[in-house]
């Protein structure tokens, strides 16, 4: 019965065939699992709370998370889009919000999520960009440096401008076909699951869909991007790197419009570690000075 009332509800506030396919295909595995959680959670329930009942019961829940967590990581990979970017949100919270079995599997997204094909990325750079990428870079790495839920990003090297000036080092940043138009859909389906079976997520999934619904327009994160190097003109320990728009001293001295577009973003590459790396590296070093773990002094911050 949960499950044809979750799947129904979907289906009813989706449009199109793949939408359709795509509630159904998350449904089908998330729906069960669910179900399979509820009940052990009630046949596990004793009268009495003894130190044997307890383990007992955390055995038997540990067994579920080994069992799904892989399963739930193939599904995202499978319909990829804003159900990877639920992955990644719920393992960067740690095992205070979901099992560390399922952080474990999730937190490989925020590393090695799907990528498109470098035929898929040419074709769209060169229709936004309006012109061949041999014309554009002198150097463009077909593999990409790494992919999140709507788009990946290639490294490059733009073409100088005249003998005298030297190239220019770059990422650019390519959007997944169908990204946005499957975004509704999506969203729509996690949260017609968080009102049958996690209600008190349903907000969550509502803050999420809000933060998430401007990042499909590129031009709009050029702008951000902008704007912050602009803020933070007089720290000298902060450094934002500039799109290539029309304001670029790049673009200015080719008299070019600018390479930021929808789907496709053009920037200044910066060298460094990743967000979550330089996080990761911050508190191992935290846990050495304090003589524990990191995994310890996570908890104890949390």
């Not at 669910?34 to 009630?42: G, H, I, K, N, P």
């Not at 329930?45 to 067994?63: G, I, M």
């Not at 670029?248 to 967000?275: K, Y």
Request: glycine share 4%.
């Amino acid at each position: 019965v949960l499950l044809t009332a979750a799947a129904l509800a979907s289906l009813l506030s989706l449009g199109g065939d793949e939408g359709v396919r795509r509630s159904l295909s998350f449904h089908s595995k998330m729906v069960p699992m669910a179900v399979e959680y509820r009940t052990l959670q009630w046949l596990l329930q004793p009268a009495k709370k003894t130190p044997l009942a307890e383990a007992l019961r955390a055995d038997r829940f540990q067994r579920l998370h080994e069992r799904h967590a892989p399963e739930v990581f193939a599904k995202i990979l499978e319909l990829r889009g804003f159900y990877i970017k639920i992955g990644q949100v719920l393992s960067s919270f740690g095992d205070s919000f979901i099992p560390s079995q399922f952080v474990d599997s999730l937190s490989v997204l925020h590393d090695a999520a799907p990528t498109q094909d470098a035929q898929y990325v040419r074709d769209v750079i060169e229709e936004e960009l309006g012109a061949k990428i041999d014309d554009l870079f002198e150097e463009f790495d077909e593999t990409p440096l790494g992919a999140a839920s709507i788009g990946q990003v290639h490294a490059a090297r733009l073409r100088p401008y005249s003998p005298a000036q030297p190239s220019l080092e770059v990422v650019v940043k390519v959007q997944f076909p169908d990204a946005e138009r499957f975004f509704t859909n999506d969203v729509r389906t996690l949260r017609t699951f968080c009102r049958v079976f996690s209600p008190e997520n349903v907000e969550l999934m509502d803050e999420i869909e809000r933060q998430f619904e401007f990042e499909f327009d590129y031009r709009l994160e050029a702008r951000l991007l902008r704007q912050a190097a602009e803020n933070h003109k007089g720290f000298a320990s902060v450094v934002v790197p500039l799109p290539l728009d029309a304001s670029h001293p790049f673009c200015v001295a080719r008299r070019a419009p600018g390479m930021c577009t929808r789907r496709c973003l053009v920037m200044e590459r910066l060298r460094g570690a990743s967000l979550l790396a330089a996080q990761r590296e911050q508190l191992q070093a935290a846990a050495a000075r304090r003589n524990t773990t990191a995994e310890l002094l996570r908890k104890e911050v949390e």
